[in-house]
């Protein structure tokens, strides 16, 4: 992975700035997102924070392309997101999902689809999230930290210039949020453009370098996280932040 890496620095990150031009999407007659428009150009960590039901997975699904706006465009580096760019990200969803195959064999199989690796590389790869020693166990048998392990793992097999996480650190142990973390600002570091989303206010001040707030469905904020936390433009940030409920 280092040479890879190094080369994937010396290009830079190329999809930025990514642009949600007055978005809108509905399902059902509901509407989830509300007129969304942003640019992130950023190379830190965005977070997404927002109550439960204020649109946050929604968001996350339409910049990978896994729903398609009823209005408005997603745009990466001015561009309609075409199987090229999407084959740049990967993501990360709260709920783990394994293949009924060995730790190594849900790598290897997810590299089979972009490019051939040497086993050498996959054995980093599970080192680097610590489950090398567990590389041929049945995948299904892991704790649910460590399955989340994995899923970051195979998400970064093909080097994404952009990794979205939904909430992937829920209810783990601190052992593997910790890992989590510690890789994410690795990542960073190496021109992989992350936006994540959590409602842990003690990660996002540990990770971000802006946030976006979202509640029902409309962009309420977009700061830099040191200014959100200390002056919210909205409201109901501010409210959230305070731990007060929000209608």
């Not at 990200?89 to 040497?118: G, H």
């Not at 590389?135 to 195979?154: D, I, N, T, V, Y």
């Not at 909430?167 to 949020?177: I, Q």
């Not at 309420?220 to 209608?247: H, N, T, V, Y």
């Amino acid at each position: 992975m280092s040479d890879a890496n190094v080369t994937k620095t010396q290009l830079g990150f190329n999809l930025l700035p990514i642009e949600l031009c007055s978005v809108f999407f509905q399902k059902s007659g509901v509407r989830l997102i509300d007129g969304v428009s942003v640019t992130l150009n950023s190379r830190g960590i965005t977070v997404i924070l927002g109550p439960n039901g204020a649109g946050k997975s929604i968001l996350l699904r339409l910049l990978h392309g896994l729903e398609t706006p009823n209005e408005g465009t997603v745009l990466f580096k001015g561009v309609v997101a075409d199987e090229t760019i999407k084959r740049k990200q990967a993501m990360v969803f709260q709920n783990a999902v394994l293949l009924r195959r060995s730790v190594m064999e849900n790598l290897s199989f997810v590299a089979n689809l972009y490019k051939p690796q040497q086993p050498s590389n996959l054995l980093e790869l599970l080192a680097e999230v610590g489950l090398a020693e567990k590389q041929h166990m049945p995948a299904r048998r892991l704790s649910g930290g460590e399955k989340q392990r994995l899923c970051l793992a195979r998400a970064l097999i093909s080097q994404p210039e952009l990794l979205l996480l939904d909430e992937p650190t829920a209810s783990l142990d601190p052992y593997s949020v910790q890992m989590i973390e510690t890789l994410l600002i690795k990542l960073q570091h190496q021109n992989t453009k992350i936006i994540f989303i959590t409602h842990d206010l003690n990660q996002s001040r540990r990770l971000a370098e802006d946030i976006l707030f979202i509640y029902k469905g409309r962009l309420e904020a977009f700061q830099p996280a040191d200014s959100l936390f200390e002056k919210p433009d909205s409201e109901f940030a501010k409210a959230f932040i305070e731990g007060r409920l929000i209608f």
